[in-house]
């Protein structure tokens, strides 16, 4: 007690806050993982881990582009001789081969269906950075961007700690397969303007973190025409862009610029991306912002100064990008074993009577568990959860932490594993699973349950200030802390 | 250009090393093995051996007389990250942090820019070397009474940009004693420490906590370091916030998320620092090399008239050409700063973004 006053008076109230969202259950699996980690061998019953949104699939393409070009590298014989001069650039406009090698593989990702400017791009602290450098430059402390639930929980402390920003959800739910409505976002603008907060902008992560979907394009147009009609930002976090495998193709905000055939004002369009999902790379830091707003791009150039990217890595990505048979062999094998990954684990699910939500994109599936909850609450969620991180032994992410406004979905990796462990894994739920058919809740109630509303206390205010509060399994009522849902 | 504080002297030892440890890239035959783990590593405790390695380079470049503990290394975008995430920490937004003037410009923006932290100036005067004196810390600290401002801490540059001088040790623990008794935090940018090239040597303020001789709270005391000028790998992005104080080290960590070391380079960094003998021959060397250039620099100045800080580290000289000014003022400076870009054709640095209180003086890399 005596050492927490004496941070409160030492320490920023930032410091002292619980806005770095570590209270959340997403983060508690990572800790369970972490203290029992799974390992083939040394500790084959360990914790899978489940929870961890990485693409491991293809690093012996990396592997064999790398033993091929070693002058991509500062540390090589090949090129050591670029050391001094990589060693000492700091420019915050970047190597100028990385940018460039970077817009054209964006470009490739999107098929060539849009085409992206060097110029615009500007460099940040990984996907994390950027989120929160993208805030900074839009958003006043007090401020407010619209997201749609789910959303990934790091969302929580990238666009607010340090920031002051406000995150306010856009409800999506399963009864239509989570699709953005113009009537939630119009109600989550509603409930911005009636407790007199300023909405700056939407952020729609596309393809969508958890639930591996993507928007359509007619949404996306409609999701353009909402934020000019308002006159706010459209932020699109794109990091998920290349690990689209199958049908529909993804259409990224830059198609829709790029056709120019609805009204949009550039000025508001922004794209987030990162080299942490597509290429795998997360512990390079390649966070990048592209605004097609040129005040964005002279701030966000300045502010990339707190986050710049490894000249070193830089020098590496520019020379890996440019490479167009590599780049275009890795798009097409990466999709490839992602489908092939997602369809074997999806089939395997169902077979044991576990279905996911229809899913074309990202390296997770979202779960339908609700079946085999005790009864459709968060509690009865947190308590499958801990079922299936300390029985099963596999992390997995439950829905609450992603502010899912219905109990029962979890979020579960696939592509971070090899083919041995995937299928421990399997077997790990299908024994789960025969043990508690009896358990499992029948469809027919399941039904009649999920057709009641839940209804939402609007302590709006209390969790706004208290970011991350409701997150805690350890909250008495673990209310969702969403808007009161309009029918 | 000789406003960039860079150090190129030492780039062919890189070199040579580099070309005797292919296995320290992940990216060479030898390395390559490793790069699946390495581009999969985003934990924000870092590589456990670049924590290490920075943790006893720090203590080398410290002459052994102070150890660090790997675990309070806290990673962070470059010095330039490492300042904006320590002021996150320490202060709210309307406190204020005091600085010695002069000071590098880059501070306005580091500390102030997206925190909403105010800075302070410290008057330091040529008339006594600008020393940090007590009264003029006092009247600092005064002004922001005066002004309803908080003073969260105060942030002293050892050695010293622009000015290449350390602060004695007398100094050093008066500063201590003076913010332990204000309870305000004391951060040491000790970013040029390894580039001391003569005596008196370098004191840091991790000597003094070591020392335990006076009384000091350490809850207050962290240090900011970076290899862009002790190693010359500005590029790099290398950025530690080291801090006594166990609450901060958690926050500063989550922080850092923002602002990490590529794991590419924390990689090559963790080999390169953890061989001894390569480390304590790039040391000695450094310090040659960066005593031989100041030397002859300042030598032939002086035979020309112009006279410098009489100084023992950093990447540059603090210039007096009073003289040289048609008048004490800046604006003379700044006509004289003009003069020198445009005829002489040198970019040095004037003294008045430094915030100097005196005009004339200006920053000389070499």
């Not at chain 1, 239509?176 to 119009?186: H, P, V």
């Not at chain 1, 999701?223 to 459209?234: A, D, E, G, S, W």
Request: contains cysteine; charged residues 20%; hydrophobic residues 40%.
């Amino acid at each position: 007690m005596v050492l927490m006053l004496r941070n409160q008076e030492l320490l920023s109230k930032i410091a002292t806050s619980n806005g770095h969202g570590e209270d959340s259950p997403y983060f508690d699996g990572w800790k369970a993982y972490d203290s029992d980690p799974f390992h083939p061998t040394q500790n084959p019953e360990g914790v899978i881990q489940m929870g961890l949104a990485e693409n491991q699939l293809c690093f012996n393409l990396i592997h064999e582009w790398l033993l091929k070009n070693p002058e991509a590298s500062i540390c090589t014989a090949q090129g050591a001789a670029e050391f001094r001069d990589i060693a000492i650039f700091q420019d915050y406009h970047g190597l100028a081969e990385f940018r460039e090698a970077v817009a054209k593989f964006m470009g490739k990702v999107r098929r060539n269906r849009a085409s992206f400017d060097p110029d615009r791009i500007v460099m940040s602290g990984g996907a994390t950075g950027a989120h929160e450098m993208i805030a900074f430059c839009l958003a006043d402390p007090g401020d407010a961007f619209l997201v749609p639930t789910p959303y990934y929980p790091g969302f929580d402390r990238d666009l607010r700690w340090r920031t002051g920003v406000k995150l306010i959800p856009v409800v999506c739910e399963s009864s239509n397969d989570y699709q953005i409505t113009i009537e939630a976002l119009e109600a989550a603008y509603e409930t911005a303007q009636e407790a007199d907060i300023k909405v700056k902008g939407l952020l729609i992560p596309n393809p969508s973190n958890p639930l591996g979907t993507i928007i359509t394009k007619d949404t996306l147009e409609a999701l353009v025409t909402f934020t000019n009609h308002k006159n706010i930002h459209l932020v699109c976090d794109e990091i998920y862009a290349a690990t689209v495998f199958s049908q529909p193709e993804f259409t990224s905000i830059a198609e829709i610029i790029e056709e120019d055939k609805i009204c949009c004002n550039r000025d508001l369009i922004h794209i987030i991306y990162s080299l942490s999902k597509d290429m795998g790379f997360p512990g390079f830091r390649v966070g990048i912002v592209y605004s097609y707003n040129d005040a964005v791009v002279s701030c966000a150039r300045k502010m990339s100064s707190f986050g710049l990217v490894s000249s070193q890595t830089q020098y590496l990505i520019a020379s890996m990008l440019a490479d167009d048979e590599f780049v275009d062999q890795f798009i097409v094998e990466s999709r490839k074993r992602l489908a092939m990954r997602h369809s074997f684990f999806t089939q395997r699910l169902a077979q044991v009577g576990i279905n996911c939500l229809k899913s074309n994109a990202g390296l997770f599936v979202w779960m339908d568990l609700r079946r085999l909850l005790k009864e459709q609450t968060f509690e009865a969620e947190m308590v499958l959860w801990r079922v299936i991180i300390n029985e099963i032994k596999l992390n997995v992410s439950p829905g609450s932490s992603f502010h899912c406004s219905e109990p029962g979905w979890f979020r579960v990796c696939f592509a971070n594993m090899d083919d041995k462990t995937m299928e421990i894994a399997l077997s790990r739920i299908k024994t789960f699973m025969l043990q508690h058919k009896e358990a499992m809740v029948p469809k027919k109630k399941l039904c009649w349950q999920t057709s009641l509303r839940l209804s939402f206390s609007s302590r709006y205010e209390d969790i706004m200030e208290t970011p991350g509060s409701f997150m805690s399994p350890h909250s008495p009522i673990p209310q969702s802390p969403l808007v009161r849902a309009r029918t | 250009q000789m406003g960039l504080a860079e150090n190129q002297l030492c780039f062919n030892l890189i070199h040579e090393w580099l070309l005797k440890n292919p296995e320290a890239s992940i990216c060479t035959a030898q390395g390559a093995a490793e790069f699946r783990d390495i581009a999969i590593f985003q934990d924000y405790h870092g590589l456990a051996e670049f924590r290490e390695a920075v943790a006893k380079f720090m203590g080398k470049v410290r002459r052994n007389r102070a150890s660090f503990d790997p675990d309070r290394i806290v990673m962070s975008g470059g010095a330039t990250g490492a300042h904006e995430m320590i002021a996150f920490c320490l202060a709210d937004p309307g406190d204020a942090f005091l600085v010695p003037t002069p000071y590098y410009p880059g501070f306005d923006r580091d500390l102030r820019w997206r925190t909403g932290v105010k800075l302070i100036p410290v008057v330091c005067e040529s008339s006594n070397d600008y020393q940090i004196t007590i009264e003029a810390l006092e009247a600092a600290y005064e002004t922001a009474q005066e002004a309803d401002i908080k003073v969260k801490g105060l942030l002293i540059t050892n050695p010293s940009n622009p000015l290449g001088t350390i602060i004695t040790k007398d100094t050093l623990e008066a500063l201590v004693t003076f913010a332990n008794h204000k309870n305000i935090h004391l951060v040491c940018d000790e970013i040029y420490a390894a580039t001391v090239f003569s005596q008196p040597e370098f004191t840091s303020i991790a000597e003094i906590i070591e020392e335990d001789k006076i009384c000091c709270n350490r809850d207050l005391i962290h240090i900011i370091y970076s290899l862009s000028k002790d190693m010359g790998f500005p590029g790099f992005r290398v950025g530690i916030v080291y801090s006594y104080n166990d609450a901060v080290v958690s926050c500063a960590r989550k922080m850092s998320s923002f602002g990490l070391v590529s794991s590419q380079t924390q990689y090559l960094i963790a080999s390169m620092l953890a061989d001894d003998e390569f480390v304590d021959k790039f040391i000695v060397e450094s310090r040659k090399r960066l005593a031989m250039r100041h030397s002859f620099f300042t030598q032939r100045l002086a035979q020309v008239g112009i006279n410098c800080l009489k100084s023992n580290a950093g990447l540059f000289v603090w210039m007096d050409l009073r003289r040289l000014l048609k008048e004490q003022t800046f604006e003379a400076e700044m006509v004289l700063w003009r003069v020198i870009i445009n005829e002489i054709k040198l970019n040095v640095s004037p003294g008045s973004p430094f915030h100097c209180s005196e005009p004339g003086w200006f920053r000389v890399c070499f």
